[in-house]
Nanobody, 115 residues
Framework: QVQLVESGGGLVQPGGSLRLSCAAS????????MGWYRQAPGKQRVLVAH???????NYADSVKGRFTISRNNAKDTVYLQMNSLKPEDTAVYYC?????????WGQGTQVTVSS
């Protein structure tokens, strides 16, 4: 089992920045990829960015050039640096860890971009 705990969400003005963190615990050696998804009200959950165990990253077109995903050396914490935030980035952000057998999800953290 893998447990994920997210932090760092909040309210920010347009153009501002936030950094989300996701700490993984448990059987972290089974994880092959970690990433962030988001779900806006009335919409489906969509991929924001992910990073593999080899460091390969992938971003949604809507966040390229503004968001950066990274992880610590122990590979048990993943970060999402969000810059130049827009109102359309408002959503609940979920951390996801993919293992060979299943995926695991955090509880979500709210990000609100508003003046």
């Amino acid at each position: 089992q893998v447990q994920l705990v997210e932090s760092g969400g909040g309210l920010v003005q347009p153009g501002g920045s936030l950094r989300l963190s996701c700490a993984a615990s448990g059987y972290i050696y089974s994880i092959v990829r970690m990433g962030w998804y988001r779900q806006a009200p009335g919409k489906q959950r969509v991929l924001v960015a992910h990073i593999t165990n080899t460091g390969t990253t992938n971003y949604a077109d809507s966040v390229k050039g503004r968001f950066t995903i990274s992880r610590n050396n122990a590979k048990d914490t993943v970060y999402l640096q969000m810059n130049s935030l827009k109102p359309e980035d408002t959503a609940v952000y979920y951390c996801c860890a993919l293992s060979l057998s299943r995926d695991y999800w955090g509880q979500g953290t709210q990000v609100t971009v508003s003046s």
